[in-house]
């Protein structure tokens, strides 16, 4: 059951081309871009504005700085190695603990020092970044997710992507890890993405692989419990990047620490669209909307405002089996 672009259309869907030309290319200017586009740089910008981020063990920049990486980890008993111009997720390798015979992942899998040696020089001679150019490695602590979400995910820590337009959170969705995206919280891999109520922060919708569905499909826990604790600090905290990068349409990126409460992963300027199958709902109302209101109001003011005029009921517990998601289009 698809539907139809005039569908779509009436529904508030946006597509591609819109999101590109009407919001991105409007509201983002491109001299910006490189703030969010370095993952290095977003952290060290998030410093500066008090915005809480992963803790960062260290950087390699150079293939000579290779061999210094296990005394750089030594200590740690997980971390995280990213490349700093990456996207979609691609060359993060997560390690949950350390012991005697190696580096261990969230699947199980051992790695040796040299395999990580051998991810690492791949980051810098940038196979994961953007247009393949020279990249660095970033060596974060790892993240301790809030227990309480355990149940929803499968061997990856769980995030909140928050669409942020003119310093407004205009919709949001948790991304949940499966078997399918190989612990990775990667809608097109096949994790599922769970629309939030901006008001409350409680799951509003489930999707996966474009179907709409009421349980994670790996631990079998229902998802119409799902909610997302300090949920009203989270916002506020997506919605100060705007002030931060000066960026008017934004994908945040968040996650939970159970100890150090919601911190923001990295930032997005060209954020993806599948939101909107996850929330069952189309951008478009909301950001016209937004774009009637006034530029002057802080960050904790037009939170509030969100969260009174998206408010919206969870509609888990009355979707059909099979029901499929609407599909977005190039309008």
Known sequence: MWARPSQLLRRGIIGMNRRNIRYIGRYNSR???????????????????????????????????????GDMIAGHGGFAIKPAKGSGGKGILVIERVDHDGFVKPSGAKLSLEDLHRHISNILSGLYSLGGAPDVAMIEALINFDEKLS????????????????????????????????????????????????????????????????????????????????????????????????????????????????????????????????NGEGLRSRLDLVEKQSDRLGVKERVAFAQHHFARRGELKDLPDRELAPTCVNT
């Open 151 to 278: 149940e929803y995910t499968y061997e990856g820590v769980p995030d909140i992507r928050v669409i942020v337009f003119q310093g407004f959170p205009v919709m949001a969705m948790m991304r949940l890890s499966t078997a399918a995206s190989d612990g990775k919280a990667n809608l097109h891999q096949g994790a599922v993405g769970v629309g939030l109520d901006i008001a409350t922060g409680t799951a509003v919708r489930g999707v996966q692989f474009d179907r709409s569905r009421r349980d994670h499909p790996d631990t079998g826990h229902e998802l119409a419990s799902l909610r997302i604790p300090d949920w009203t600090n989270l916002l506020q905290l997506a919605a100060s990047c705007y002030e931060m990068t000066g960026l008017g349409y934004l994908g945040t990126d968040m996650v939970i620490d159970r100890n150090r409460g919601p911190m923001l992963l990295e930032l997005n300027a060209r954020p993806g669209l599948a939101i909107q199958m996850a």
């Open 31 to 69: 001299r910006l871009y490189p703030l969010v586009d370095d993952k290095l740089k977003t952290k060290l910008l998030a410093e500066q504005y008090g915005i809480t981020t992963p803790a960062l063990i260290g950087t390699v920049t150079t293939q000579f700085e290779v061999k210094r990486v």
